[in-house]
C-alpha cells in the first residue's frame, strides 16, 4: 500500500481552492467561478486515481490510511482511510461538486452574498464531506459532521429563498440537537472505552468488537441514531428537509440532499452497526417501522405536493426510508444495495433538482408545478433531462437506482418476506408522483407565458451529461461499485455477526458455488 | 400432423453461443443503437433517421432469419443456446449475469418482434412522413424493438425484468408521443402506472424466487422447481400472473389499454396488438415448470383468461371508434392464449401459435384501420366511414385477409390456432370449451360489425373528407402483412411443425375431449357464422346512424370500458389522493408544528430567532464554544 497521502490530498485541494477564491479581488467574479471549477475538476481527477490504486481485494479493512495524534490526551487523532463504501461516497462527493458548480455558474449572480463567497463555500463544504466520509476516528467523524452545518448554513442564510432565513435556522437547529446527542453518546463511548481497555479512545477499529455492555449500547446507539435520522433523514425527523430544500439553490439542494444527508445512512452502516451490534439488533425493528413508514409517507406527500423542490424533498425521504431499511434488515444483498442506492439517489437528485433548477430560472424562479404546462414543446432537451432524472428517481430497470432499489428490496424480503412485499408496492405510488410532475410541467398546452422559454444551452447540457451517462451505464454495469462494496458490506455483517438467509430448496447451481 | 412426444417439458441443455449464435448480443444492440443516434442526433437526424430506424430492425430481422435456419439444422434436444456477457448483479449469494437464451421459443418471438417490427417500421415512414419528430418516434420504435429482444432473449428474469420494463417505456413513450394532447400525456402516464402493479408482481415473483432456489436464472429456477413445496409455487404462479395481467391488459389491470390508443396506429399495432402486450403470455409459458405443478395458480390464470376473453368482446363489440375496437379485440385474444397457457401442456404450444398468427392479423387490422384513417383525415368514428371498399381497395382486400383470419374461417391463419385452443379447452373441460366457442361467435360478430360500417353500407363520410388509398410504402406492408393472415396457420401448423418445434420447451399432452373434434370443428364454425350473420344483419343491410343509439345497459356500459375506470378511481385514485392531501395537512401541521413547538420549547422559541436574524452567526459561535466547552469538561470530568 501505497503511503501517499491521497485522502489529506484530496482534502487539501479543495479547501486550497476555496481560500485562493476568498482572495479574489471581487470585481472578478468569473475568475472566482473558474479558480472553482479548475480546483473541483483537480480534484475529481485524484479521486479518480485514487480510485484506480484501491484493492477490492485486500484484507485491510481502510485504504489510504493516514494517523496523526492530534489530542493525545484523550486519544483523538486524525486517522482517515477509506473502505469501498467510504471511497464511493467520496467519489460521489467529487463527482457532483464541479458538476453543481458548472450547473450554478449564474445562481450567485445578484445575490446577497458575494459571487466568489458562494463558490468559496462549496469548495470548503467538498473538504468537510470527504472528510466526514475519510475520518477513521471517530471524534474526527464528529468535528467534520458538525463543521459541515457552517457552509450550508450560509449558503441557504445568505443564497436562499425568500424564507432562507427560517429554513436556514431549522436546518441548523434539527443538526445541533441531533449533533449534541451524538455527542453525549460520544463522550459515553469514550468512557466505556476507558473503563474496558483502561485507556479510552475514538479510534474506529479500537472501538469496533469492544465488549460494550448491551444497557450501555441501547443508550449509546440513540445517540448516534438520532443525529444520523436528522440527517438522512428519517420520518418523523423530517421536516427540516422541504423547507431547507425549497429555500436553497439548487446547487446546494444538491449537496444537502444528495451527499450530505447520505452521511446519516453511511453513519448507521459505518458507525451504529458495527460498534453496537447487540442494540442495532434490537432497535432494528422500531427502525425497519420508521422506514417503511418513511417510504409511503413521503411518497404520498410529495403525490399531494403543488411545490417541485417540496415534492423531491419529501420524494428523498421516501427514498431514504428504502435506504435505512436495506441497512437493518441486516443481510449482505440489502445492505449493498443501501449503498448502491445512496450512490443513485445522488445521482437521480442531482439530476431532478439541476434540471428543475434550469427550469425555474427561466419562470421567474417558480417552483410550482401549475405554473408550467407543455414546456416540452419549446424546451425538449430540458424536457428529455427532466424524464431522465424522473426515470432514475422511479428506479427504472436498466438504471443504477433500479439497482440498488431492487437488492434493498430482495434483501428486505429475504430477512422478512412481509416487510420487502410491503416496501415493494412504494414502487406504485413512486411511479405515480414522479410521472404527474413530468405529465404537469412537460406535457400538455404550453402554459401562457412560457412561449419564449428557451432551451438548455450549452454549459446546462455540458452539467447534466454526466450524471445521465452515469446513471445509465451503471446500472448496466454496476460492478464498478459493487466490486468495491461488497468486501466492506461483508465485513460489516461479519461484525454484527449476520448470515444471509440461505434458500429453502437451492439449485443444483447454487450449492456447486458453496453459497 | 407429426407424432407427439406426450410429456411436459424437461429441462433442456444450454449450450454456449458459437457462430451466428453468437451474435445474440448484435441482434439487440442494432435497434439500441438506432435508439441512442436518433434520440441523441437532434433535429439533424430528420432526414434521414427513419431509415436508419428500418435499416436497423431489418438488419436483426435478417440475422434472426438466419438463426432460424441454423437452429433448424441443429438436433432438438440441442437448440438451447446461451451466451452471456459478464456478472451484473451480485451481492451475498445473490449473482445475475447479463446473459441471454436463445431457443425455440425465445426464436419464435425473435422472429415475430423484427419481421413484423421491420414492415411496421416500413409503413410508418408513410404514416409518419408529414410529423416534425419522426426521428423521435422511430427512435423510440427502435428503443422499443430492442427492449422486447432483451424480454424475450434474457437467461433471467431480472435482466428479463429489464425488458419488461423497458417495453413498458417505450408504450409510455409512445403512446405519449403527440403529447402537446392532455388525453395523450394522460394515457401514457395511466399506462405506466398500472403497469406498476404488474411489476409489484413480477418483483415480489423474482424475490420469492430468489429466496427460494438461491437464483432467478431459468435454468435454476425450472430446473430446482420440482423441489420447491406446491405453495411457494403457487406463489410465484400468481405473482407472476399479476405481472401478466398488467403487461397484456387482463383483468383486473385491464383499464390501460384502450387508452393507448391515443397512440400513432402504427404503435397500436407493434406494441399494443402484436408484441408487447403479449408478453404476459411469454412469461406464463416460459415458466411452465412453475405452473405445471402449482393447480391453483394455473386455475386462476383460466379465470382471469376467461374473464377478459369477453370482457373484451363485449367493448370491442360496443365501440365506435375502430382502434378501440380492435383494441378491445386485443384484449379477448390476448385473453385466449392467456386462457390457453393456464391449460398447461394441452395448450401452451397452441397459446404461442395463437400468439404468432395473432400478432401478424392483427398487426394487419391496426395498420389497416391506420390507412383507413390516413384517408379519412385521422377520424376513427366508424360511423362516419362507410362504402370505403371503393376508395381503397388494397386496404379492403387486405383488412379482409385480417378479418377472416381472427374470426376463424379454414385456411386463414388464426383459424388453425384459435381452434386449437378452443380444442385443448374441451380437452380441459367441456365447460371452458363451450366459453370459448360463444366467444369466438361474439367475435365474429363484432368483426363483421367492424367491416361492415368501415367498407360496407353507405358513405357516412365528412363532408371535407377524401378518402383515398395510402401510398405503397403503407400498402406494401399491408399485402405482405395479409398474406401472412391468409398462409401463417397453415405453413406453422404442417410446414414448421410448430408443436414439435415448441414442445422441448413448452411440453406438450393431449386427453380427450367429450365432443369429437370434427363436431367442436363444425360448431365452433357455425357459431362464427351466426355471429357474423347477425353483425352483417344488424350493421351492413340495416343503415348506421351517424349518432349512436342509447343502446342496451350493456352497450352503454361496454362504451365505458365496463367501468374499469370508475372502478379504479372510486377505489385507488381518489383514495391515493384523498390520502396524499390529509398527510400534506398533517405533515405541516401536525409533525412539524409538534418538532417546531419542541425545538421552541428545547431550543429557545425558534421564532423569536427568527427575527434575530442578524444577530444568528453570532449566536451560532456561542452555542460552538458552549459545545466545546462541554466537550472538554466532560473529557477532562472522564479523565478524572
Given at each position: 500500500m501505497s503511503s501517499f497521502p491521497w485522502l489529506t490530498l484530496l482534502g487539501v485541494v479543495p479547501l486550497v481552492g476555496s481560500l485562493v477564491v476568498v482572495f479574489l479581488p471581487k470585481a472578478k467574479a468569473l475568475l472566482a467561478k473558474q479558480v472553482a471549477l479548475a480546483f473541483a475538476i483537480v480534484t475529481l481527477v485524484l479521486t479518480v486515481a485514487m480510485a484506480l490504486q484501491f484493492q477490492a481485494d485486500s484484507t485491510a479493512q481502510f485504504q489510504f490510511v493516514e494517523q496523526q495524534s492530534w489530542?493525545?490526551?484523550?486519544?483523538?487523532?486524525?486517522?482517515?482511510?477509506?473502505?469501498?463504501?467510504?471511497?464511493?461516497?467520496?467519489?460521489?462527493?467529487?463527482?457532483?461538486?464541479?458538476?453543481?458548480?458548472?450547473?450554478?455558474?449564474?445562481?450567485?449572480?445578484?445575490?446577497r452574498g458575494s459571487v466568489k463567497g458562494y463558490f468559496a463555500l462549496i469548495l470548503v463544504l467538498e473538504t468537510l464531506m470527504i472528510g466526514v466520509f475519510a475520518a477513521t476516528d471517530v471524534f474526527l467523524f464528529y468535528v467534520f459532521f458538525e463543521a459541515m452545518l457552517i457552509p450550508v448554513y450560509f449558503m441557504i442564510g445568505r443564497y436562499g429563498g425568500p424564507q432562507r432565513s427560517y429554513a436556514a435556522v431549522k436546518f441548523l437547529l434539527y443538526s445541533l440537537v441531533g449533533g449534541l446527542f451524538m455527542l453525549a453518546s460520544l463522550i459515553g463511548l469514550y468512557v466505556v472505552s476507558a473503563q474496558i481497555t483502561g485507556h479510552g479512545t475514538f479510534d474506529y477499529a479500537s472501538?469496533?468488537?469492544?465488549?460494550?455492555?448491551?444497557?450501555?449500547?441501547?443508550?449509546?446507539?440513540?445517540?448516534?441514531?438520532?443525529?444520523?435520522?436528522?440527517?438522512?433523514?428519517l420520518w418523523p425527523f423530517h421536516t427540516w428537509l422541504p423547507d431547507a430544500a425549497a429555500q436553497s439553490k439548487p446547487g446546494t439542494a444538491v449537496l444537502l440532499i444528495g451527499v450530505l444527508d447520505k452521511v446519516g445512512t453511511f453513519g448507521m452502516l459505518r458507525y451504529c452497526l458495527p460498534i453496537f451490534p447487540d442494540a442495532s439488533s434490537f432497535y432494528a425493528p422500531i427502525v425497519i417501522g420508521m422506514a417503511l413508514i418513511g417510504i409511503f409517507y413521503g411518497a404520498y406527500v410529495a403525490l399531494g405536493q403543488n411545490d417541485m423542490k417540496r415534492l423531491f424533498a419529501?420524494?428523498?425521504?421516501?427514498?431514504?426510508?428504502?435506504?435505512?431499511?436495506?441497512?437493518?434488515?441486516?443481510?449482505?444483498?440489502?445492505?449493498?444495495?443501501?449503498?448502491?442506492y445512496m450512490v443513485a439517489h445522488g445521482l437521480s437528485t442531482a439530476a431532478l433538482f439541476l434540471t428543475a433548477g434550469f427550469l425555474m430560472q427561466r419562470n421567474k424562479n417558480s417552483a410550482l408545478i401549475s405554473d408550467y404546462s407543455g414546456v416540452n414543446k419549446v424546451a425538449p432537451v430540458l424536457a428529455g433531462f427532466f424524464l431522465i432524472a424522473s426515470l432514475s428517481s422511479l428506479a427504472l430497470p436498466g438504471l443504477v437506482s433500479f439497482v440498488g432499489e431492487f437488492m434493498v428490496l430482495l434483501g428486505s424480503f429475504q430477512r422478512y418476506m412481509w416487510v420487502g412485499a410491503i416496501a415493494t408496492f412504494g414502487i406504485v405510488i413512486t411511479a405515480a408522483y414522479v410521472l404527474r410532475v413530468y405529465q404537469k410541467s412537460m406535457t400538455g398546452p404550453l402554459a401562457d407565458g412560457l412561449s419564449g422559454m428557451k432551451d438548455l444551452g450549452g454549459r446546462e447540457i455540458t452539467a447534466l451529461v454526466p450524471i445521465a451517462a452515469l446513471t445509465i451505464v451503471l446500472g448496466f454495469f454496476p460492478a464498478p461499485i459493487l466490486n468495491v462494496i461488497n468486501p466492506a458490506v461483508d465485513r460489516v455483517m461479519t461484525t454484527i455477526g449476520a448470515s444471509d438467509p440461505a434458500p429453502t430448496v437451492p439449485s443444483a447451481s447454487v450449492e456447486g458455488n458453496g453459497q | 400432423m407429426s407424432p407427439l412426444v406426450l410429456s411436459s417439458a424437461t429441462l433442456q441443455e444450454v449450450t454456449p453461443a458459437t457462430g451466428v449464435f453468437s451474435l445474440i448480443a448484435l441482434l439487440i444492440g442494432l435497434p439500441l443503437l438506432g435508439a441512442a443516434v436518433l434520440l441523441l442526433g437532434g433535429r439533424r437526424t430528420n432526414k434521414w433517421g427513419p431509415y436508419l430506424g428500418v435499416l436497423t430492425v431489418g438488419t436483426s430481422a435478417v440475422i434472426a432469419i438466419v438463426m432460424l435456419v441454423k437452429l433448424m439444422a441443429l438436433p432438438s434436444e440441442s437448440r438451447a443456446i446461451g451466451e452471456s456477457l459478464y456478472s451484473w448483479v451480485f451481492a451475498g449469494g445473490f449473482q445475475v449475469d447479463l446473459a441471454f437464451q436463445l431457443d425455440q421459443l425465445s426464436m419464435v418471438f425473435v422472429l415475430l418482434i423484427t419481421i413484423v417490427g421491420t414492415l411496421i417500421h416500413i409503413y410508418s415512414l408513410g404514416y409518419m412522413s408529414h410529423d416534425k419528430d419522426k426521428r423521435k418516434f422511430f427512435g423510440?420504435?427502435?428503443?422499443?424493438?430492442?427492449?422486447?429482444?432483451?424480454?424475450?432473449?434474457?437467461?433471467?428474469?431480472?435482466?428479463?425484468?429489464?425488458?419488461?420494463?423497458?417495453?413498458?417505456l417505450a408504450s409510455y413513450l409512445l403512446i405519449g408521443f403527440w403529447q402537446f394532447k392532455p388525453s395523450a400525456a394522460a394515457a401514457a402516464k395511466k399506462a405506466f402506472v398500472i403497469n406498476r402493479v404488474g411489476d409489484v408482481g413480477l418483483s415480489l415473483a423474482i424475490m420469492l424466487m430468489f429466496v427460494t432456489f438461491g437464483s432467478v436464472t431459468f435454468s435454476d429456477v425450472f430446473g430446482s422447481a420440482s423441489q420447491a413445496s406446491e405453495g411457494t409455487l403457487t406463489a410465484i404462479g400468481l405473482l407472476l400472473l399479476l405481472a401478466a395481467c398488467g403487461k397484456s391488459a387482463q383483468f383486473p389491470l385491464q383499464a390501460w389499454l384502450l387508452d393507448a390508443m391515443e397512440g400513432p396506429t402504427p404503435v397500436s399495432a407493434l406494441i399494443h396488438a402484436a408484441t408487447m402486450v403479449t408478453a404476459g403470455v411469454y412469461l406464463i409459458a416460459r415458466s411452465n415448470a412453475i405452473f405445471d405443478r402449482a393447480v391453483w395458480a394455473a386455475t386462476a390464470v383460466i379465470i382471469v383468461g376467461l374473464i377478459t376473453i369477453f370482457m373484451g368482446a363485449t367493448i370491442g363489440s360496443a365501440k365506435d371508434d375502430i382502434k378501440k375496437s380492435l383494441a378491445g379485440s386485443t384484449m379477448s385474444q390476448i385473453g385466449y392464449m392467456v386462457l390457453a397457457v393456464g391449460l398447461g401442456p394441452i395448450g401452451y404450444v397452441f397459446a404461442i401459435f395463437h400468439l404468432l398468427t395473432h400478432g401478424v392479423f392483427k398487426a394487419g387490422?391496426?395498420?389497416?384501420?391506420?390507412?383507413?384513417?390516413?384517408?379519412?383525415?385521422?377520424?376513427?368514428?366508424?360511423?362516419?366511414?362507410?362504402?370505403?371498399?371503393?376508395?381503397?381497395?388494397?386496404?379492403?382486400?387486405?383488412f379482409m385477409a385480417g378479418y377472416l383470419a381472427i374470426i376463424g374461417i379454414p385456411p386463414f391463419a388464426g383459424y388453425w390456432s384459435k381452434d386449437s385452443i378452443v380444442h385443448a379447452a374441451f380437452e380441459k373441460s367441456t365447460l371452458i370449451g363451450v366459453l370459448t366457442i360463444i366467444a369466438a361467435g361474439i367475435t365474429g360478430f363484432y368483426m363483421t360489425?367492424?367491416?361492415?360500417?368501415?367498407?360496407?353500407?353507405?358513405?357516412?363520410?365528412?363532408?371535407?373528407?377524401?378518402?383515398?388509398?395510402?401510398?405503397?410504402?403503407?400498402?406494401i406492408p399491408l399485402i405482405i402483412l395479409a398474406i401472412g393472415s391468409t398462409f401463417l396457420g397453415l405453413a406453422l401448423l404442417f410446414w414448421g411443425n410448430i408443436k414439435t418445434w415448441l414442445e422441448p420447451v413448452l411440453g406438450l399432452t393431449e386427453a380427450?375431449?367429450?365432443?369429437?373434434?370434427?363436431?367442436?370443428?363444425?360448431?365452433?364454425?357455425?357459431v362464427v357464422i351466426i355471429g357474423a350473420i347477425i353483425g352483417w344483419v344488424m350493421y351492413a343491410r340495416r343503415a348506421v346512424p351517424i349518432e349512436a343509439p342509447r343502446g342496451s345497459w350493456l352497450t352503454r356500459a361496454a362504451r365505458q370500458d365496463l367501468y374499469g375506470d370508475a372502478v379504479n378511481d372510486a377505489l385507488v385514485v381518489r383514495p391515493s389522493y384523498h390520502l396524499a392531501r390529509v398527510l400534506n395537512w398533517f405533515d405541516s401541521r401536525a409533525v412539524d408544528g409538534f418538532v417546531n413547538g419542541t425545538a421552541a420549547f428545547v431550543g429557545g422559541a425558534s421564532g423569536r430567532m427568527r427575527k434575530y436574524q442578524s444577530g444568528f452567526a453570532r449566536s451560532y459561535a456561542l452555542s460552538m464554544v458552549g459545545g466545546a466547552v462541554i466537550v472538554v469538561l466532560a473529557l477532562v470530568l472522564v479523565r478524572l
Amino acid at each position: 500500500m501505497s503511503s501517499f497521502p491521497w485522502l489529506t490530498l484530496l482534502g487539501v485541494v479543495p479547501l486550497v481552492g476555496s481560500l485562493v477564491v476568498v482572495f479574489l479581488p471581487k470585481a472578478k467574479a468569473l475568475l472566482a467561478k473558474q479558480v472553482a471549477l479548475a480546483f473541483a475538476i483537480v480534484t475529481l481527477v485524484l479521486t479518480v486515481a485514487m480510485a484506480l490504486q484501491f484493492q477490492a481485494d485486500s484484507t485491510a479493512q481502510f485504504q489510504f490510511v493516514e494517523q496523526q495524534s492530534w489530542i493525545p490526551a484523550f486519544g483523538i487523532s486524525y486517522a482517515v482511510g477509506v473502505d469501498g463504501i467510504g471511497l464511493v461516497l467520496v467519489a460521489l462527493a467529487t463527482t457532483l461538486v464541479p458538476i453543481v458548480i458548472l450547473a450554478g455558474w449564474k445562481d450567485a449572480d445578484n445575490e446577497r452574498g458575494s459571487v466568489k463567497g458562494y463558490f468559496a463555500l462549496i469548495l470548503v463544504l467538498e473538504t468537510l464531506m470527504i472528510g466526514v466520509f475519510a475520518a477513521t476516528d471517530v471524534f474526527l467523524f464528529y468535528v467534520f459532521f458538525e463543521a459541515m452545518l457552517i457552509p450550508v448554513y450560509f449558503m441557504i442564510g445568505r443564497y436562499g429563498g425568500p424564507q432562507r432565513s427560517y429554513a436556514a435556522v431549522k436546518f441548523l437547529l434539527y443538526s445541533l440537537v441531533g449533533g449534541l446527542f451524538m455527542l453525549a453518546s460520544l463522550i459515553g463511548l469514550y468512557v466505556v472505552s476507558a473503563q474496558i481497555t483502561g485507556h479510552g479512545t475514538f479510534d474506529y477499529a479500537s472501538l469496533v468488537g469492544l465488549d460494550i455492555d448491551p444497557f450501555a449500547q441501547k443508550l449509546l446507539f440513540l445517540g448516534f441514531f438520532f443525529a444520523f435520522a436528522v440527517k438522512a433523514p428519517l420520518w418523523p425527523f423530517h421536516t427540516w428537509l422541504p423547507d431547507a430544500a425549497a429555500q436553497s439553490k439548487p446547487g446546494t439542494a444538491v449537496l444537502l440532499i444528495g451527499v450530505l444527508d447520505k452521511v446519516g445512512t453511511f453513519g448507521m452502516l459505518r458507525y451504529c452497526l458495527p460498534i453496537f451490534p447487540d442494540a442495532s439488533s434490537f432497535y432494528a425493528p422500531i427502525v425497519i417501522g420508521m422506514a417503511l413508514i418513511g417510504i409511503f409517507y413521503g411518497a404520498y406527500v410529495a403525490l399531494g405536493q403543488n411545490d417541485m423542490k417540496r415534492l423531491f424533498a419529501y420524494s428523498s425521504m421516501s427514498h431514504f426510508g428504502f435506504i435505512a431499511l436495506g441497512i437493518f434488515v441486516f443481510t449482505s444483498i440489502g445492505q449493498s444495495g443501501s449503498v448502491v442506492y445512496m450512490v443513485a439517489h445522488g445521482l437521480s437528485t442531482a439530476a431532478l433538482f439541476l434540471t428543475a433548477g434550469f427550469l425555474m430560472q427561466r419562470n421567474k424562479n417558480s417552483a410550482l408545478i401549475s405554473d408550467y404546462s407543455g414546456v416540452n414543446k419549446v424546451a425538449p432537451v430540458l424536457a428529455g433531462f427532466f424524464l431522465i432524472a424522473s426515470l432514475s428517481s422511479l428506479a427504472l430497470p436498466g438504471l443504477v437506482s433500479f439497482v440498488g432499489e431492487f437488492m434493498v428490496l430482495l434483501g428486505s424480503f429475504q430477512r422478512y418476506m412481509w416487510v420487502g412485499a410491503i416496501a415493494t408496492f412504494g414502487i406504485v405510488i413512486t411511479a405515480a408522483y414522479v410521472l404527474r410532475v413530468y405529465q404537469k410541467s412537460m406535457t400538455g398546452p404550453l402554459a401562457d407565458g412560457l412561449s419564449g422559454m428557451k432551451d438548455l444551452g450549452g454549459r446546462e447540457i455540458t452539467a447534466l451529461v454526466p450524471i445521465a451517462a452515469l446513471t445509465i451505464v451503471l446500472g448496466f454495469f454496476p460492478a464498478p461499485i459493487l466490486n468495491v462494496i461488497n468486501p466492506a458490506v461483508d465485513r460489516v455483517m461479519t461484525t454484527i455477526g449476520a448470515s444471509d438467509p440461505a434458500p429453502t430448496v437451492p439449485s443444483a447451481s447454487v450449492e456447486g458455488n458453496g453459497q | 400432423m407429426s407424432p407427439l412426444v406426450l410429456s411436459s417439458a424437461t429441462l433442456q441443455e444450454v449450450t454456449p453461443a458459437t457462430g451466428v449464435f453468437s451474435l445474440i448480443a448484435l441482434l439487440i444492440g442494432l435497434p439500441l443503437l438506432g435508439a441512442a443516434v436518433l434520440l441523441l442526433g437532434g433535429r439533424r437526424t430528420n432526414k434521414w433517421g427513419p431509415y436508419l430506424g428500418v435499416l436497423t430492425v431489418g438488419t436483426s430481422a435478417v440475422i434472426a432469419i438466419v438463426m432460424l435456419v441454423k437452429l433448424m439444422a441443429l438436433p432438438s434436444e440441442s437448440r438451447a443456446i446461451g451466451e452471456s456477457l459478464y456478472s451484473w448483479v451480485f451481492a451475498g449469494g445473490f449473482q445475475v449475469d447479463l446473459a441471454f437464451q436463445l431457443d425455440q421459443l425465445s426464436m419464435v418471438f425473435v422472429l415475430l418482434i423484427t419481421i413484423v417490427g421491420t414492415l411496421i417500421h416500413i409503413y410508418s415512414l408513410g404514416y409518419m412522413s408529414h410529423d416534425k419528430d419522426k426521428r423521435k418516434f422511430f427512435g423510440y420504435l427502435n428503443l422499443f424493438v430492442a427492449a422486447m429482444l432483451i424480454l424475450v432473449l434474457a437467461n433471467n428474469f431480472l435482466l428479463l425484468y429489464v425488458g419488461w420494463e423497458g417495453v413498458g417505456l417505450a408504450s409510455y413513450l409512445l403512446i405519449g408521443f403527440w403529447q402537446f394532447k392532455p388525453s395523450a400525456a394522460a394515457a401514457a402516464k395511466k399506462a405506466f402506472v398500472i403497469n406498476r402493479v404488474g411489476d409489484v408482481g413480477l418483483s415480489l415473483a423474482i424475490m420469492l424466487m430468489f429466496v427460494t432456489f438461491g437464483s432467478v436464472t431459468f435454468s435454476d429456477v425450472f430446473g430446482s422447481a420440482s423441489q420447491a413445496s406446491e405453495g411457494t409455487l403457487t406463489a410465484i404462479g400468481l405473482l407472476l400472473l399479476l405481472a401478466a395481467c398488467g403487461k397484456s391488459a387482463q383483468f383486473p389491470l385491464q383499464a390501460w389499454l384502450l387508452d393507448a390508443m391515443e397512440g400513432p396506429t402504427p404503435v397500436s399495432a407493434l406494441i399494443h396488438a402484436a408484441t408487447m402486450v403479449t408478453a404476459g403470455v411469454y412469461l406464463i409459458a416460459r415458466s411452465n415448470a412453475i405452473f405445471d405443478r402449482a393447480v391453483w395458480a394455473a386455475t386462476a390464470v383460466i379465470i382471469v383468461g376467461l374473464i377478459t376473453i369477453f370482457m373484451g368482446a363485449t367493448i370491442g363489440s360496443a365501440k365506435d371508434d375502430i382502434k378501440k375496437s380492435l383494441a378491445g379485440s386485443t384484449m379477448s385474444q390476448i385473453g385466449y392464449m392467456v386462457l390457453a397457457v393456464g391449460l398447461g401442456p394441452i395448450g401452451y404450444v397452441f397459446a404461442i401459435f395463437h400468439l404468432l398468427t395473432h400478432g401478424v392479423f392483427k398487426a394487419g387490422l391496426f395498420l389497416g384501420a391506420g390507412s383507413v384513417m390516413h384517408g379519412m383525415n385521422d377520424n376513427v368514428n366508424m360511423r362516419r366511414y362507410g362504402a370505403l371498399r371503393g376508395a381503397m381497395g388494397i386496404t379492403f382486400v387486405t383488412f379482409m385477409a385480417g378479418y377472416l383470419a381472427i374470426i376463424g374461417i379454414p385456411p386463414f391463419a388464426g383459424y388453425w390456432s384459435k381452434d386449437s385452443i378452443v380444442h385443448a379447452a374441451f380437452e380441459k373441460s367441456t365447460l371452458i370449451g363451450v366459453l370459448t366457442i360463444i366467444a369466438a361467435g361474439i367475435t365474429g360478430f363484432y368483426m363483421t360489425r367492424m367491416v361492415a360500417m368501415t367498407f360496407f353500407g353507405k358513405a357516412r363520410w365528412e363532408d371535407d373528407a377524401h378518402p383515398h388509398e395510402s401510398p405503397k410504402v403503407m400498402t406494401i406492408p399491408l399485402i405482405i402483412l395479409a398474406i401472412g393472415s391468409t398462409f401463417l396457420g397453415l405453413a406453422l401448423l404442417f410446414w414448421g411443425n410448430i408443436k414439435t418445434w415448441l414442445e422441448p420447451v413448452l411440453g406438450l399432452t393431449e386427453a380427450e375431449t367429450a365432443l369429437p373434434e370434427l363436431a367442436i370443428i363444425i360448431i365452433t364454425l357455425s357459431v362464427v357464422i351466426i355471429g357474423a350473420i347477425i353483425g352483417w344483419v344488424m350493421y351492413a343491410r340495416r343503415a348506421v346512424p351517424i349518432e349512436a343509439p342509447r343502446g342496451s345497459w350493456l352497450t352503454r356500459a361496454a362504451r365505458q370500458d365496463l367501468y374499469g375506470d370508475a372502478v379504479n378511481d372510486a377505489l385507488v385514485v381518489r383514495p391515493s389522493y384523498h390520502l396524499a392531501r390529509v398527510l400534506n395537512w398533517f405533515d405541516s401541521r401536525a409533525v412539524d408544528g409538534f418538532v417546531n413547538g419542541t425545538a421552541a420549547f428545547v431550543g429557545g422559541a425558534s421564532g423569536r430567532m427568527r427575527k434575530y436574524q442578524s444577530g444568528f452567526a453570532r449566536s451560532y459561535a456561542l452555542s460552538m464554544v458552549g459545545g466545546a466547552v462541554i466537550v472538554v469538561l466532560a473529557l477532562v470530568l472522564v479523565r478524572l
